[in-house]
């Protein structure tokens, strides 16, 4: 495959002459500043900067990896990740306070004072270790600063579905299982990955990477010339950087479903399979992966695993903005599934209009495969999923227009002066909140719920047991969300 025109001979030469920060010359040459688009970028000792915008973007060095920062804004990106952190600690705080209280009970029995004893030092680990793994960061000495315009904390702002802790059993899976899952991930890819591209995989891009085993993998089996592992969770990254340099990372497991007492938390070490050498061609890129900071035709093929249903953007926007990173004859890998959660039931697309989709934004799909394999199946939890997983390998053949700079929240959430849109989402919570309010004000500590629901049949012109039953269901709802919530997130499935 014809290697990459368009990198400017400037940057060539500023990762040539790069040492210091240890960011591989060949990442560096392919970078574009996420802030003014320039490939112009210059590397000191633990930062990289671009000379025409002169935004400049921290290095941090983890273990073997030294790993840039590279988003448009990143003072507002770090301030993102430090307020998930602090969501993290607190959450963690409230199940150590709640765990504390309960094992005071005086009705315990040997077991359960077990098992709350197991899951409060879980707990406290998994605390120190998640702070420790995020400390080059350095995220307390991260600080709002009063002259920086706010808009600017919206414009990075990750999707509230991206926490740190979202994807925190992709870690088990990817480096501590050892349960088959990821034999079967890879098969799967390399099932659309015909031997001569996968002989020509080039400089490699991935995309969401996680934690980063299927990159690894790939740059084991296939050895290309450069593998590039982007992605927006500091967690997930520094373990894998961690990891795949030879370090073990010990972490704390908390099962969705324990199969027994000792699994209810359970200290588990990951590590690799076979260490990278510490000069790999293998580099990671904190940055956002649909607004890639990489110049055009920069990469030879460009993977997603498990990425294109999960994000806001639609698959149009994405496959554009997968088009301008690959040269023609360039290829794009997915593995993952289709199960788009957009508000917008236009861009929920099926496996054909996916496939449509892609061929209308300058790519022929040239394989696919589809099969059913595991998915986070921890060996100590009996709660077990599996995936009909969509592969499928896309050649480009022509450039499309360019991509526009995708942002998750509207420009009315930003620009506070502009006009807030009469969405029919926000006239259906209107009418929700103020049944709710008033409810929940007419609560005194005697009223029943056939008291609260006669004065609202009254105000409504409701029927007597239209109005118990609005009352009962939202009471009720209030109720279960407060008794029932999950800890912190770490037992989504992803
Ligand atoms: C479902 S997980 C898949 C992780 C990994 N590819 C795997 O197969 O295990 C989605 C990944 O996409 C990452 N991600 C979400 N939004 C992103 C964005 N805008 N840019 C880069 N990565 C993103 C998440 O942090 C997460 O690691
Ligand atoms: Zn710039």
């Known amino acids: 495959m014809a290697a990459p025109e368009r990198i400017s001979e400037v940057s060539m030469q500023a990762g040539a002459e790069l040492s210091e920060t240890g960011v591989l010359p060949e990442l560096l040459s392919r970078l574009a500043c996420p802030a003014c688009v320039s490939t112009e970028l210059t590397a000191t000792a633990d930062r990289l900067k671009c000379t025409q915008c002169d935004t400049e973007f921290p290095v941090y060095r983890n273990g073997n990896a030294d790993i840039p920062w590279l988003f448009?804004?990143?003072?507002?990106?770090?301030?993102?990740?430090k307020s998930r952190l602090n969501g993290f600690l607190h959450n963690n705080w409230a199940e150590q306070t709640k765990l504390r209280k309960a094992k005071k009970s005086k009705s315990l029995g040997a077991l359960t004072k077990n098992r709350l004893s197991l899951l409060l030092e879980g707990r406290m680990t998994q605390r120190?270790?998640?702070s420790e793994l995020l400390a080059p960061l350095d995220l307390e000495c991260v600080n709002f600063d009063k002259g920086r315009d706010p808009a600017s904390l919206l414009r990075s702002r990750v999707p509230k579905a991206q926490g740190l802790s979202s994807y925190y059993n992709n870690i088990f899976r990817d480096w501590c299982w050892d349960n088959g899952e990821n034999e079967q991930q890879f098969e799967a890819l390399k099932s659309v990955v015909s031997d001569i591209a996968a002989a020509t995989l080039g400089a490699t891009l991935t995309l969401g990477a996680g934690s980063g085993r299927l990159a690894y993998d790939i740059h084991r089996t296939f050895n290309p010339k450069l593998s590039v592992a982007i992605d927006i969770n500091p967690l997930l990254m520094f373990a894998a950087s961690k990891?795949?340099?030879?370090?073990?990372?010990?972490?704390?497991?908390?099962?969705?479903?324990?199969?027994?007492?000792?699994?209810?938390?359970?200290?588990?070490?990951?590590?690799?399979?076979?260490?990278?050498?510490?000069?790999?061609?293998?580099a990671f890129l904190f940055a956002d992966g649909l607004n890639p900071p990489c110049a055009d035709a920069s990469f030879d093929t460009v993977i997603t695993p498990w990425l294109i249903d999960i994000i806001p953007q639609?698959?149009?926007?994405?496959?554009?903005?997968v088009n301008r990173l690959l040269p023609t004859g360039g290829?794009?890998?997915?593995?993952?599934?289709?199960?788009?959660?957009?508000?917008?039931?236009?861009?929920?697309?099926?496996?054909?209009?996916?496939?449509?989709?892609?061929?209308?934004?300058?790519?022929?799909?040239?394989?696919t495969d589809r099969r059913r394999i595991p998915y986070l199946q921890s060996p100590l939890s009996a709660h077990w999923r599996t995936e009909s997983v969509l592969s499928f390998c896309a050649r480009k053949t022509h450039d499309v227009e360019e991509t526009r700079l995708f942002r998750h929240l509207p420009a009315w959430l930003i620009d506070t002066s502009s006009a807030v849109p009469g969405l029919q989402e926000f006239s259906v919570a209107s009418s929700d909140h103020l049944l709710r309010a008033q409810i929940l004000a007419a609560i005194d500590g005697k009223r029943s719920i056939d008291d609260i629901g006669t004065s609202l049949a009254r105000e409504y012109?409701?029927?007597?047991?239209e109005a118990q039953n609005a009352v009962?269901?939202?009471?009720m709802d209030l109720y279960e969300t407060q008794a029932q919530g999950t800890p912190d997130g770490m037992q989504d499935l992803g």
């Open 472 to 475: 009962r269901r939202i009471l």
């Open 331 to 367: 290829q794009w890998i997915n593995t993952g599934s289709l199960a788009f959660f957009h508000k917008d039931i236009m861009q929920c697309l099926s496996e054909e209009e996916a496939f449509e989709q892609i061929e209308k934004c300058g790519f022929e799909i040239i394989a």
């Open 314 to 321: 639609n698959l149009r926007d994405f496959a554009l903005s």
């Open 128 to 130: 120190i270790q998640v």
């Open 243 to 282: 990891v795949m340099f030879g370090e073990s990372v010990p972490l704390v497991e908390f099962p969705v479903a324990p199969l027994n007492e000792a699994a209810f938390a359970m200290n588990q070490e990951c590590f690799a399979p076979k260490p990278l050498a510490k000069d790999a061609k293998f």
């Open 461 to 465: 012109g409701l029927k007597q047991a």
């Open 72 to 81: 448009s804004d990143p003072e507002s990106t770090l301030l993102e990740w």
